[in-house]
């Protein structure tokens, strides 16, 4: 998986981030399957293989997942724990995007997550671990804010973090646009094409 250009990391109207989100979600309404195959597909998704663990699911405040994550120049297994969910008032939020009325009703949602490098070689070029990431509020993903969240305290930036050995952890953490007043607000986490596990902060 390549990583994600820096140039890249500009902070955008939540519109056009929305859109981007909707372009690539997991929904695929494509029905195009031969009908003579729908047996078949249901018997496989009844019965996974044995050879992919189960993954995904929700997940104490405080407890770690495991996920391994496809990086060069090798596969690296981590640690992983959604550590708190930081929510912030709609003014601030008309001040991060370029179109403050693109803010109206919504707020920002800072997640800072905690990852650990448990197994597989040591990183020399950035990591893809955080690409997993999202933030949830009330079942529905927000739009993210790209470039946002490095300047917050405690967090890091992910591209900035060149060399990774075992043992060593660090927090990125992503900065979502989501409804002001959401009851809860959920991060989520998971390995390419697996389930995501899912740390819920439910709010006041």
Same mark, same amino acid.
């Given at each position: ?55 995904? !699911?929700?997940?104490?405040? =405080?407890? +770690? ?5 496809? #990086? $060069? @120049?090798?596969? /690296? ?64 993903? !927000?739009?993210?804010?790209? =470039?946002? +969240? ?5 967090? #890091? $930036? @992910?591209?900035? /973090? ?43």
């Amino acid at each position: 998986m390549p990583h994600r250009k820096t140039a890249l990391r500009l902070v955008a109207p939540v519109a056009v981030l929305a859109l981007a989100l909707t372009a690539c979600g997991g929904g695929d309404d494509d029905t195009g399957a031969d009908p003579k195959d729908e047996g078949t597909t249901e018997s496989a998704a009844a019965s996974p293989s044995p050879s992919r663990p189960v993954s995904g !699911g929700d997940m104490a405040q =405080g407890e +770690s997942a495991t996920g391994k994550v496809a #990086e $060069d @120049p090798g596969e /690296v297994t981590y640690d992983v724990v959604a550590q708190k969910v930081e929510v912030g008032t709609e003014a601030e939020a008309a001040k991060a995007v370029a179109d403050a009325a693109d803010a109206k009703g919504r707020v920002l949602a800072t997640a800072h997550i905690k990852y650990t490098h448990k197994s597989g070689p040591a990183l020399t070029e950035g990591s893809d671990v955080h690409d997993g990431t999202a933030v949830f509020a009330d079942g529905q993903r !927000g739009g993210v804010l790209i =470039g946002a +969240s490095e300047d917050a305290p405690g967090c #890091e $930036d @992910p591209y900035d /973090v060149e060399s990774w050995k075992r043992g060593e952890s660090h927090v990125f953490c992503e900065t979502y646009v989501i409804p002001a007043g959401a009851a809860s607000v959920e991060v989520h986490w998971s390995e390419e094409d697996g389930e995501p596990y899912v740390w819920k902060f439910p709010q006041k």
